[in-house]
């Protein structure tokens, strides 16, 4: 099935530097969503997206919804050891719920 | 809330047995959504019901796998027979169905056909 594209496919920072990732698609969306994988669990849902444009924050994480509605940015400011994971972005059309998901970008942080 | 709940949470079998996986939605949620997580193709979307309707099950492999949702709060994914290609982690996730698309996810369960 379809895909998103996100990069980078992995990152390995140093504890307290801003990250950021993104996620591009041929398709257009009218949903973007963020969610954070940790070892052996469910992906969980940061953030989510409704208008092209948006901008929207939860703590340290800021997602925007591309104006093309064809990509979607996630930063993370001041990255703290928890944040390592893999991060998915997920793109929504409107009906039935259905999402696709990207490829993951794998963070993790050097203390 | 306890969350989408599903069991078991580890599974090894043999090639040729038959796996049943199971899945309790979140209360009050409408979508419920089985979902397969690989290295190699990532999280792909195996089927979803809406209202215990099966919606959309382009995604099922093949007719190895099957999917039911017998009511509100159960709902089962079988893959019989079993191959060592079915290894991987199915995640069942749910939703409120009113459109905001928001899914949670359970914690997954780690198949391995041996």
């Known amino acids: 099935g379809q895909q998103l594209n996100q990069s980078p496919q992995s990152m390995f920072i140093q504890e307290g530097e801003d990250v950021s990732m993104n996620c591009t698609s041929s398709?257009?969306?009218?949903?973007w969503l963020w969610y954070k994988q940790d070892p052996g669990e469910g992906p969980v849902l940061l953030i989510a997206?409704?208008?092209?444009?948006e901008l929207t924050s939860n703590g340290r994480l800021t997602a925007q919804f591309g104006i093309t509605r064809k990509d979607s940015f996630l930063n993370i400011s001041a990255s703290i050891p928890s944040d390592v994971g893999i991060y998915f972005c997920?793109?929504?059309?409107?009906?039935?719920?259905?999402?696709?998901f990207g490829t993951g970008t794998q963070l993790k942080v050097e203390l | 809330d306890a969350g989408v709940i599903q069991s078991p949470r580890h599974e090894v079998t043999e090639m040729g047995q038959e796996v049943t996986l199971r899945c309790k939605p979140i209360?009050?949620?409408?979508?419920l959504f089985w979902y397969r997580q690989t290295m190699m193709r990532g999280l792909e979307l195996l089927i979803y019901?809406?209202?215990?309707?099966?919606?959309?099950d382009s995604g099922m492999p093949e007719d190895r796998f099957s999917a039911k949702m017998p009511n509100a709060s159960f709902s089962t994914l079988k893959i019989q027979p079993s191959e060592p290609r079915d290894s991987a982690v199915y995640f069942c996730?749910?939703?409120?169905?009113?459109?905001?698309?928001?899914?949670?996810f359970g914690s997954g369960t780690q198949l391995s056909v041996l």
């Open positions: 997206l409704y208008k092209a444009g």
């Open positions: 997920a793109g929504g059309t409107g009906g039935g719920n259905k999402l696709t």
């Open positions: 209360s009050g949620h409408n979508s």
């Open positions: 019901f809406n209202n215990n309707v099966p919606i959309d």
């Open positions: 398709s257009i969306f009218n949903t």
């Open positions: 996730a749910s939703s409120t169905g009113q459109g905001n698309e928001k899914l949670f």
